[in-house]
């Protein structure tokens, strides 16, 4: 879990406050994920050769991912769902909170500001910027950087990214997730470590839309139930009984207005 929580980390899509002069970006970004080298190659060759985004249908074809972070930008707020856990993640800065979701079993954990960095805290985040390092990918210019993450003082993966600084997002979200400099991350290697051993991942924007995000996207709907990070083990058990109606999400397949009935 710790893992995983740390390739999303290392894969949204971040920001840095020198860039604040910027029109706020809105829209929704996809993220492919994959172990396969040779499909990530292809990919990168693709995007140097794109003058400009979206380009899904034909990178998607190529880079045959495992799964698919979508994220949605509006204003002061950012959700993201992840198609391999089908879970969601709403950072709404209005309220100052991060609402981790079960779509599947119509269940919130609501933390505080506070609640989510006691439970980041023992992770932490260190970020080289290769400020020399500059090039074009989807019509981006994006700077590489390097980033390493430990957990309980002991390293669990390292990065190797390069990030588009054109792309602004919420303060508080950047805040929380311990985000890197300089903007949205157009692809990365990632070595995740595990019990002395070592995988690659791979991650790649596939698709950004600028389109106009509706407000219901980041309203939780009401029929869903909320805990507390205390009450999880309430929570645990509801998830447990729900399981057997979780969806298959297929990668790239048409992104839904909300992802609360994805």
């Not at 970004?29 to 990919?43: E, H, L, Y």
């Not at 249908?57 to 089908?86: C, H, P, R, S, W």
């Not at 997730?177 to 070595?191: E, F, R």
């Not at 205390?230 to 298959?248: E, G, P, Q």
Request: charged share 20%; aromatic share 12%; hydrophobic share 40%.
């Amino acid at each position: 879990m710790k893992n995983l929580l740390s390739i999303i980390v290392a894969c949204m899509l971040l920001v840095n406050t020198g860039y604040a002069q910027q029109k706020p970006f809105e829209g929704t970004i996809r993220i492919a994920f994959s172990m396969n080298f040779d499909n990530f190659i292809r990919s990168i060759n693709t995007m140097k050769e794109e003058k400009a985004l979206p380009f899904a249908n034909e990178l998607m074809a190529g880079y045959n991912a495992d799964y698919e972070i979508i994220a949605k930008v509006k204003g002061n707020k950012f959700v993201n769902f992840n198609t391999q856990n089908g879970t969601s993640s709403l950072f709404d800065c209005d309220k100052g909170g991060v609402y981790v979701t079960y779509p599947y079993a119509k269940v919130v954990i609501k933390y505080t500001a506070a609640e989510w960095q006691q439970a980041m805290a023992a992770s932490t985040f260190k970020y080289d910027v290769l400020k020399d390092s500059v090039q074009k990918f989807g019509g981006y210019a994006s700077t590489k950087t390097i980033s390493t993450t430990t957990f309980n003082g002991v390293q669990n993966s390292s990065s190797e990214m390069w990030v588009a600084n054109d792309i602004i997002f919420p303060q508080c979200y950047i805040d929380l997730s311990h985000a890197p400099p300089g903007g949205c991350i157009m692809l990365a290697k990632m070595k995740i470590i595990s019990n002395n051993a070592s995988s690659d991942v791979y991650c790649i924007v596939t698709e950004i839309d600028t389109s106009e995000v509706s407000d219901e996207a980041f309203e939780i709907p009401k029929n869903y139930k909320i805990f507390t990070p205390k009450d999880f083990r309430k929570a645990a058990k509801v998830l447990i009984s729900a399981a057997k109606n979780k969806k298959t999400y297929a990668v790239g397949s048409k992104i839904p207005e909300t992802f609360w009935d994805f």
